[in-house]
Structures are given as C-alpha cells and as structure tokens.
C-alpha cells in the first residue's frame, strides 16, 4: 500500500512569490491535514481538510491556504512568502476519526 | 489549551542501554488522544503509538514500552537495550477525540543518539 506522497521534496523561493505543494493521500483516506515544521516553533498544525471541506484550522495568516479535490488529494498554497515562512511542511492522512496519522516525509520550502 | 512538554532536548547512549523519554501534557478535555512519533532523518513521522485516556494500561510492543499515568498527566516511552537504528526525534503529542483529531498539539521533541 503506497504511503503518503508529497510533491516537491525541496524547493527554493524569494521573498514575495508564492508556493503551491501537493500532498496524496493513501488510498481509502479521507482526511488530510497540514503541519508546518520549524527548529524554533516546532511543529505547528495547519488545516484538516475532510470530504473538500476545510475542517480545522491552526493559528496562522490567510497566506496559507488549502484545498482538497474530490480524489481526497490535497494542495496548500502560501502567497506572499516570508523569510519565516521555510519550513518542511508536512501532510498526514487519516481514516475518519481514528486519530492515526500518516505522515509524508514533507516538502522543504526555503525562503531567500 | 492544549500543551505538551518533552523537558529533555537531547539524549545520548550507548547501544544497549535503556532508555526513557519523558512527556507531560495539559489538557481541559476530559477525553483525549495520546501519541508518540518517530522522526527519523528521512523527515517522515512514524507513528508507533495512541494511547486513549480512558485506557491507562501499560502497553509494550517488543523493545518499546509505555506508562501512561493521568495522575501526573505523563506518557513517557522506553526502549530498552537501544540500539543504532533507534537514533531520531521523538515527538510526544495530544488531540481531541472525536473531530478534531487530526489536530495534534506536539511536543518540541527529543532527539536522541545511541552510540554503537
């Protein structure tokens, strides 16, 4: 059974531009949900997207956004990107209310 | 709000050795997921635990084990006879149960390094 995949693995952006990461779930999960990886801040939850809808949402800036299609996949987006902004950015997948979470190994976003 | 505290940043040991990685948590909830994660250089979180708080028996899983005591809101983890492979950063963490459960407040991790 094929795990959590993340698209890109790494990528570079500057100051302004913004960044579009992909995150496919394994199959038969319909949770998906967003963390944000920093050495200073640790890991921060992002948003849960469930059945297209947005489910729950952490304590960041409306930069960050995301969408789920109807095949469970997911996207986030980050507009106007800030130096504090790099991180690996983690997506998990779930079965509905199990509260197990399957990672990705992330996309690193670094920010010049 | 929910928190959860890893005291220990950093542990070092020798192959073989025991060793146990401490958490704390706060919670309002009266019901509530418990869980470690392991996190190897690779960046994916591997799952290896939930503990639900209503269930607070020991649990052992080869050379893994883990106390969950609600008395003293811990949940703390020990390898036992460590070896290389076990070198990483563990997260302890905490979520709702019922909805929110994919939101998971994590702890600021432990990274440990077993020597052969």
């Known amino acids: 059974k094929a795990g959590v995949t993340q698209t890109p693995r790494y990528l570079i952006k500057t100051r302004g531009q913004q960044v579009t990461l992909s995150c496919s779930p394994i199959?038969?999960?319909?949770?998906v949900s967003w963390y944000q990886q920093t050495p200073g801040q640790g890991l921060q939850f992002l948003f849960e997207?469930?059945?297209?809808?947005?489910?729950n949402k952490g304590n960041f800036p409306g930069r960050f956004s995301g969408r789920q299609f109807s095949n469970s996949r997911s996207e986030m987006n980050v507009s106007t990107l800030e130096l504090g902004d790099s991180a690996l950015y983690l997506c998990?997948?779930?079965?509905?209310?199990?509260?197990?979470?399957?990672f990705g190994e992330g996309s690193r976003l670094t920010v010049l | 709000a929910q928190k959860v505290t890893q005291a220990q940043t950093e542990i070092s040991v020798v192959e073989k050795e025991d060793v146990t990685l401490d958490c704390v948590y706060e919670?309002?909830?009266?019901?509530?997921?418990l869980f470690w994660y392991k996190q190897p250089p690779s960046g994916e979180l591997v799952f290896l635990i939930r503990?639900?708080?209503?269930?607070?028996q020991n649990e052992i899983s080869g050379r893994y084990s883990w106390n969950f005591q609600k008395s003293t809101s811990s949940f703390n983890f020990t390898i036992t006879a460590s070896q290389v492979v076990d070198s990483a950063v563990y997260f302890c963490?905490?979520?709702?149960?019922?909805?929110?459960?994919?939101?998971?407040?994590f702890g600021k991790g432990i990274t440990l390094s077993v020597r052969p």
């Open positions: 919670t309002r909830d009266t019901t509530y997921y």
């Open positions: 997207y469930f059945s297209e809808t947005q489910r």
């Open positions: 998990a997948s779930s079965q509905v209310n199990t509260g197990e979470l399957f």
């Open positions: 963490a905490l979520s709702e149960v019922g909805g929110a459960n994919s939101k998971l407040t």
């Open positions: 503990r639900n708080s209503f269930d607070e």
């Open positions: 199959s038969g999960h319909r949770s």
